[in-house]
């Protein structure tokens, strides 16, 4: 992908999905790449809204579950995404950043033996991490990124860095904590922003089971094993999040027949990978 006169192209020079929002502001001094989620239905009912005057927000890209990228508003321009907000001496980041909202439902409550989102969709357990947001004190669900999402989010953010010379990429309840939770705990921040600015700190978040290690559902024992559990010794793991003692982590490669495996471990039988 690449960027001309401030629009998303893809490579053969064809513009990705444009639904143009009504609710932008004027020149856009950007410093910051804003990620959020949109706690909405699905992907193309978060763009019909966010393209509506009557919602008063917007935002640069919507991604959705499956990688698919729509823009509303060009990227000098200013996306009413953050409100009120502040960071590192500013106030108002509208003015100062590019905002990506990621298509997924946000804090879920349990239902049973599953999760509900606000507006009553369910979703099965296997796709929720139980987690306390950093600026919070209560156990909640969330549901996880999909990895093609995460890795669309990644190829365009790192394109947005390089482009427009951001300094970070920072989350929505970082520059407004206690009123946003977005994008929240299911969002992988600290290995994203290391793979995009290429820091050491990416090889901090991997490590290598030391024993056989059951990976279950959630962080405590009498949640489910995944199925491919327990990883075998010198399973190398990505840390995604933390609860206590436990770590939410992504597999590397295929493990007992299983791809994509992301889940729960307890970091006394992890150590810093080699």
Known sequence: MKISRHRLLKEDGTAYPFVA?????????????????????????????????????????VIGRDGAITQLVPFNRIAWHAGRSSWDGLDGLNRYSLGIELDNPG?????????RAWFGVEYDAAEVIEAVHKNGSQLSGWLTYSLVQLEAALDVASLLMEKYQLQDVIGHDDISPGRKLDPGPAFPMREFRARLQG?????????????????????????????????????????????????????????????????????????RAE
């Open 21 to 61: 929002s009504p609710n932008l502001g004027g020149a856009l001094d950007a410093r910051y790449l804003v990620i959020h989620f949109t706690a909405g239905r699905n992907a193309v009912s978060s763009v019909k809204w966010l393209s509506n005057r009557r919602a008063k927000a917007s935002a640069h890209l």
């Open 199 to 271: 820091r050491a700190e990416d090889e901090d978040l991997r490590f290598q089971t030391r024993t056989h290690l059951n990976i279950r559902s959630g962080p405590a024992t009498h949640y489910d094993l995944l199925n491919g559990s327990p990883l075998p010794p010198n399973t190398t793991v990505v840390v995604l999040n933390e609860y206590g003692s436990w770590r939410f982590v992504d597999v590397e490669d295929v493990v007992n027949g299983v791809m994509d495996m992301q889940g729960w471990v307890h970091s006394n039988y992890l150590r």
């Open 107 to 115: 804090q879920l409550v349990r239902s049973g033996d599953r999760w």
